[in-house]
């Protein structure tokens, strides 16, 4: 089963707004990523946040981490027509090394 | 610098059949990792190699098997083809075992009829 479920499904915006999809885990993580993926191609590697960092910035994105809550949310601001993609959210947990959980992943719409 | 490269891209094959799906990781890389995507879903792991050797394994049945050389590229290979097993087989590479970022490549569609 899938670690993570990211909310929500499917998000559309105009270009030039902010973009917010949230993720939530289960169990205790090492660390969260953000992985964006283009239409049925590989995903590429966004941001990375370990358990003891609450926020952290990567150009127009910013991510936080509520280990509390189990939850992580991805913003991107002044969103533009190339962001159009599938994003996904992936858990790493202790002593599993690189083997991640995936989401369910938040589709995104950018209108130009 | 090349990234990942994976072979075929695409890939039909019929119910029963043998299937077998290649990667190479970008350079520098030694660790590989697969994971298969259904249509709509996000990755599933299925196994991870370091040093020529499975290190971790997901939820998958002994159908799927896979090998790693020397120069780090690797093979999975799937026996007995069901029509479930139809999705995206993405390749994975990073440098190390532990809570790296992975380099996907842009993965084989695998068709089962």
């Known amino acids: 089963s899938q670690q993570g479920e990211e909310d929500p499904q499917a998000l559309s915006i105009q270009e030039g707004e902010n973009a917010t999809m949230n993720c939530s885990y289960k169990t205790s993580i090492n660390n969260l990523q953000w992985y964006r993926q283009n239409s049925g191609r590989g995903l590429v590697h966004l941001i990375l946040?370990?358990?003891?960092?609450r926020e952290k910035h990567s150009g127009r994105l910013r991510v936080t981490l509520d280990t509390s809550k189990k939850s992580s949310s991805l913003l991107i601001t002044a969103s533009r027509a190339a962001d159009t993609a599938s994003y996904f959210c992936?858990?790493?947990?202790?002593?599993?090394?690189?083997?991640?959980?995936f989401g369910t992943g938040t589709s995104l719409t950018v209108i130009p | 610098d090349a990234g990942v490269t994976q072979s075929p891209t695409h890939l039909i094959k019929t119910r029963g059949q043998q299937v077998t799906l290649r990667c190479s990781p970008k350079?520098?890389?030694?660790?590989v990792s697969w994971y298969q995507q259904a249509l709509g879903q996000g990755p599933q792991f299925i196994f991870q190699y370091y040093e020529e050797e499975e290190r971790q394994r997901g939820n998958f049945p002994d159908r799927f098997s896979g090998h790693q050389f020397p120069n780090y590229s690797s093979e999975l290979n799937v026996n007995a083809l069901l029509l479930g097993d139809s999705a995206l087989y993405l390749c994975?590479?990073?440098?190390?075992?532990?809570?790296?970022?992975?380099?996907f490549g842009n993965g084989t569609r695998l068709t089962v009829t």
């Open positions: 992936a858990t790493g947990q202790t002593n599993t090394g690189n083997q991640f959980y």
């Open positions: 946040i370990r358990s003891n960092e």
């Open positions: 350079s520098g890389h030694d660790t």
């Open positions: 994975a590479s990073s440098p190390g075992v532990f809570n790296s970022p992975l380099h």
